[in-house]
């Protein structure tokens, strides 16, 4: 078959780290290709390398024959490679047709052609049967219908090599068929797919060969009706795919959190969620589901204290919490995970130390007579994070930005339970991550549920909350909708509650 894309012999190091070491790798134009390894194996270093990202030390690269240096985006996007990324890159007050056209040609809203534009982007969306509004708003959209804007971009830029970035992450099992169906279709049109998951089930389904990276290195490639999904896991990590085992506590008759009546709208006099009222005790796992946008991020914000809210009335252990600052219920005793550790949980120039204590500054351990950081203390907590989370680092004084993406997701797990906090709320706790670190995060989470903390775990894994809940709570449209019991359902039968399917 001919080559879409040749890898030969790159290498790329950053300082103290191979990110890859002589990689090479074939993909057959027309296919789809999956490529997978644990956080860290080097697969996102050769993912920007492609496009144009990051300069290789050392290699070469051929696109349909030609050899080419991609200095940029914009030199991938000329030789007719697009990479749609994990987090969607749309402005929600835009159209989609607006979302689609932002940037070609140097167009703006003065001299663009709309009707021009619209009738080429249609001829796309028909050709690979997208069923995309070009009219409907970014915010009206659905998670999986704006990764098809997303994928959509990047074809009506002539993209003929198409990079999926952790494509399923935010998608529940009807719409991950959804893209499945698409994807054949791109296939069968032509179009070459690089697929990056962690999910070794979709892997194996969806894609024809599989490469497998470990520390920098391209360890096989192998055709996926020759390989089971025990033998692909310990081709990555050396040990089969990890799953939530099953409960065995019982939950406490403590309340750690009650919350009433909560309704909250935004700016524009938008609800956002609408008379919620639940209840999470000592030694429960409470998960919530829903499809991103359906109000659950908001709901965990007014816990916090970020988010405003008109009415109802928020309780941590039996003590109102609803005219108290964030700083002040941090205080309390509530700890948070947030669902983009990068941009929300560390600051990643910053050492691992200076991290450990974001949000703890005024805890008095943190303290000194002086009122400034008790580095020592500081320094402690980091260690003893770092070893009970086994965060590969060299000491630290690393910058946060040095760990790799597991690793980064292990320590802030990590540094939310160093404080043994009376609440944590974990929202998305293992996106992102390789099933070792997975399996430890759950782990952890167990463990801590065991011991009497109440957790409130917010995820698009269905497995993982199905695994791991005592109780499971669906949101829709901003309302509660269901209370389900792990044991009797399936990720397709709370996927069709998340979506409005069953009610």
Same mark, same amino acid.
């Given at each position: 078959?001919?080559?879409?894309?040749?890898?030969?012999?790159?290498?790329?190091?950053?300082?103290?780290?191979?990110?890859?070491?002589?990689?090479?790798? &074939? @993909?057959?134009?027309?296919?789809?290709?999956?490529?997978? !390894?644990?956080?860290?194996?080097?697969?996102?270093?050769?993912?920007?390398?492609?496009? !144009?990202?990051?300069?290789?030390?050392?290699? &070469?690269?051929?696109? +349909?024959?030609?050899?080419?240096?991609?200095?940029?985006?914009?030199?991938?996007?000329?030789?007719?490679?697009?990479?749609?990324?994990?987090?969607?890159?749309?402005?929600?007050?835009?159209?989609?047709?607006?979302?689609?056209?932002?940037?070609?040609?140097?167009?703006?809203?003065?001299?663009?052609?709309?009707?021009?534009?619209?009738?080429?982007?249609?001829?796309?969306?028909?050709?690979?049967?997208?069923?995309?509004?070009?009219?409907?708003?970014?915010?009206?959209?659905?998670?999986?219908?704006?990764?098809?804007? &997303?994928?959509?971009?990047?074809? +009506?830029?002539?993209?003929?090599?198409?990079?999926?970035?952790?494509?399923?992450?935010?998608?529940?099992?009807?719409?991950?068929?959804?893209?499945?169906?698409?994807?054949?279709?791109?296939?069968?049109?032509?179009? /070459? @797919?690089? +697929?990056?998951?962690?999910?070794?089930?979709?892997?194996?389904?969806?894609?024809?060969?599989?490469?497998?990276?470990?520390?920098?290195?391209?360890?096989?490639?192998?055709?996926?009706?020759?390989?089971?999904?025990?033998?692909?896991?310990?081709?990555?990590?050396?040990?089969?795919?990890?799953?939530?085992?099953?409960?065995?506590?019982?939950?406490?008759?403590?309340?750690?959190?009650?919350?009433?009546?909560?309704?909250?709208?935004?700016?524009?006099?938008?609800?956002?969620?609408?008379?919620?009222?639940?209840?999470?005790?000592?030694?429960?796992?409470?998960?919530?589901?829903?499809?991103?946008?359906?109000?659950?991020?908001?709901?965990?914000?007014?816990?916090?204290?970020?988010?405003?809210?008109?009415?109802?009335?928020?309780?941590?252990?039996?003590?109102?919490?609803?005219?108290?600052?964030?700083?002040?219920?941090?205080?309390?005793?509530?700890?948070?995970?947030?669902?983009?550790?990068?941009?929300?949980?560390? @600051?990643?120039?910053?050492?691992?130390?200076?991290?450990? @204590?974001?949000?703890?500054?005024?805890?008095?351990?943190?303290?000194?007579?002086?009122?400034?950081?008790?580095?020592?203390?500081?320094?402690?907590?980091?260690?003893?994070?770092?070893?009970?989370?086994?965060?590969?680092?060299?000491?630290?004084?690393?910058?946060? /930005?040095?760990?790799?993406?597991?690793?980064?997701?292990?320590?802030?797990?990590?540094? &939310?339970?160093?404080?043994?906090?009376?609440?944590?709320?974990?929202?998305?706790?293992?996106?992102?991550?390789?099933?070792?670190?997975?399996?430890?995060?759950?782990?952890?989470?167990?463990?801590?549920?065991?011991?009497?903390?109440?957790?409130?775990?917010?995820?698009?894994?269905?497995?993982?909350?199905?695994?791991?809940?005592?109780?499971?709570?669906?949101?829709?449209?901003?309302?509660?909708?269901?209370?389900?019991?792990?044991?009797?359902?399936?990720?397709?039968?709370?996927?069709?509650?998340?979506?409005?399917?069953?009610?």
């Amino acid at each position: 078959m001919n080559k879409a894309i040749s890898v030969s012999n790159i290498s790329k190091s950053f300082p103290g780290v191979l990110a890859n070491s002589d990689v090479n790798l &074939e @993909i057959n134009d027309g296919a789809i290709h999956a490529i997978v !390894g644990e956080n860290g194996a080097g697969k996102s270093t050769l993912m920007k390398i492609l496009y !144009g990202m990051v300069k290789p030390d050392s290699g &070469e690269i051929t696109i +349909f024959d030609n050899k080419t240096i991609l200095n940029s985006p914009k030199d991938a996007i000329d030789s007719g490679l697009g990479m749609v990324h994990q987090h969607f890159m749309l402005a929600d007050n835009l159209t989609v047709l607006e979302s689609v056209i932002l940037g070609i040609d140097k167009a703006t809203f003065r001299n663009i052609n709309l009707k021009g534009y619209s009738s080429q982007i249609m001829e796309v969306i028909n050709k690979y049967n997208l069923n995309i509004d070009l009219n409907k708003n970014i915010d009206e959209l659905g998670v999986g219908e704006k990764q098809r804007v &997303e994928i959509l971009k990047v074809l +009506f830029r002539g993209a003929k090599i198409l990079i999926l970035d952790e494509p399923t992450a935010v998608l529940v099992p009807q719409e991950v068929e959804e893209l499945f169906n698409n994807l054949r279709d791109l296939r069968d049109n032509g179009v /070459t @797919i690089i +697929f990056i998951s962690h999910k070794l089930d979709e892997v194996l389904e969806i894609a024809e060969e599989i490469s497998v990276m470990r520390g920098g290195i391209m360890v096989n490639t192998v055709s996926s009706k020759d390989i089971s999904k025990k033998e692909l896991a310990e081709m990555m990590i050396g040990k089969s795919l990890p799953r939530p085992p099953a409960r065995q506590t019982s939950v406490g008759n403590n309340e750690v959190l009650n919350i009433e009546n909560l309704s909250a709208i935004n700016e524009d006099g938008k609800q956002i969620f609408q008379n919620i009222s639940f209840n999470l005790k000592s030694s429960e796992i409470l998960g919530i589901a829903g499809v991103e946008g359906n109000g659950q991020r908001e709901i965990v914000e007014a816990i916090i204290g970020i988010q405003d809210y008109e009415s109802g009335s928020i309780k941590l252990e039996n003590t109102a919490i609803d005219d108290l600052s964030i700083r002040e219920r941090l205080n309390l005793g509530i700890s948070f995970i947030p669902e983009d550790r990068q941009a929300q949980a560390l @600051i990643m120039d910053m050492s691992l130390t200076n991290n450990v @204590i974001l949000g703890r500054q005024s805890l008095e351990k943190y303290k000194t007579k002086m009122t400034t950081v008790n580095l020592s203390n500081a320094t402690k907590a980091s260690e003893s994070v770092i070893e009970n989370f086994d965060v590969k680092t060299p000491n630290t004084g690393t910058i946060a /930005t040095a760990l790799s993406g597991g690793n980064q997701q292990k320590y802030v797990v990590g540094r &939310e339970l160093e404080d043994n906090p009376t609440l944590l709320i974990a929202s998305q706790p293992t996106r992102g991550i390789d099933i070792g670190a997975q399996a430890l995060i759950w782990e952890k989470l167990r463990k801590t549920r065991d011991d009497g903390l109440g957790v409130l775990l917010i995820s698009a894994d269905l497995e993982e909350l199905i695994g791991l809940s005592d109780r499971i709570v669906v949101v829709y449209q901003g309302q509660f909708v269901a209370e389900l019991k792990p044991e009797e359902i399936t990720p397709e039968i709370l996927g069709s509650y998340m979506t409005g399917l069953m009610k």
